[in-house]
């Protein structure tokens, strides 16, 4: 499983991308709000950083207009995916641009039947959401297990987003249960990389080489 990050903080992003693991970036309307940024200055900053896929999100509802809006999009950088709402007019968006060659993720995804039409329609990416499932009390897991089963069964090439990680018990069962890439917040990616154990361990190794030392 690949790790692209859930954010429009371009101090975050920068922080990710230097540790390694970072395959790609995902944005929303609300994490651009949050920015108090022009969004596609943004997103061109963002995509010259990064090089892998960076989601950048249409607000149109009505399908032409997503589509225009996504060609505009995609114009920004090589790198562009175009996140589409999971609707009735953004799947026959979805087919407009994967017709064109533009690379879609398709957002909003709460269960089995909308990944796998997104999928049908020529998506690049399904974003099902685990947090908001859990916090209704449904099972945001298990729906991914489901769309990577089917999307197995049928040989389908899109690939799953676990979206909407809120711990890291999320990162290691989206990724047992078959998700390709899981988008993560900062705080998130940092916590998958602590364990008490292992500063401790750290601390005795110190303490431990530092008598050998001072024995000369
Ligand atoms: C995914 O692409 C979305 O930006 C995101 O994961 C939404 O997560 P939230 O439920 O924390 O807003």
Redesign the pocket.
Known sequence: MKFFI?TANIDEIREAHELGILSGV???P??IAKEGVDFHSRIKEIAALVPGSV?AEVISLKADEMIEEGKVLAAIAPNITV?VPMTTEGLKAVKAFSDLGIKT?V?LIFNANQALLAARAGATYV?P?L??LDDIGQDGLTLIEQVAQIFAIHELPTEI?A????HPVHVTEAALRGAHIA?I?LKVIKGLMHHPLTDSGIERFLEDWKAVENRG
């Open positions: 859930d995902t944005t929303n609300t994490l989601s996140k993720n957002t974003s959401f947090g908001r987003i979206a909407s990680v809120r988008t917040p």
